[in-house]
């Protein structure tokens, strides 16, 4: 994506946020958009829970209906692969050099 197409969205995060929360809502998802910040080009946006496939595909959707750039820009929506992340956040990470 776009630097400058990134930084105009971060812009009005407070309602990319409502917005993203609202079609939550909508389709009575547990999950909640903490906020939304900028790396490396690429908008994250960080929520309470980790998203399902369903939650991936309404953060793309509500994302392509609010930006006004060619579509083909936003790339598809993923959750982090951070193995310190995902101890953070308590799920558990199995490496498959341990032999449990």
Do not use: E
């Amino acid at each position: 994506m776009n630097n400058d197409v990134a930084k105009h969205y971060l812009k009005n995060s407070s309602m990319h946020i409502i917005n993203i929360n609202h079609a939550f809502k909508n389709i009575k998802s547990n999950i909640i958009v903490d906020f939304i910040y900028i790396k490396d080009k690429d908008i994250i946006i960080m929520t309470n829970n980790v998203a399902c496939p369903l939650d991936l595909q309404k953060i793309k959707k509500c994302i392509k209906n609010s930006l006004t750039t060619d579509v083909d820009q936003i790339s598809t929506p993923r959750l982090s692969q951070s193995k310190l992340y995902l101890k953070i956040i308590g799920i558990p990470y199995i490496s498959k050099h341990l032999n449990v």
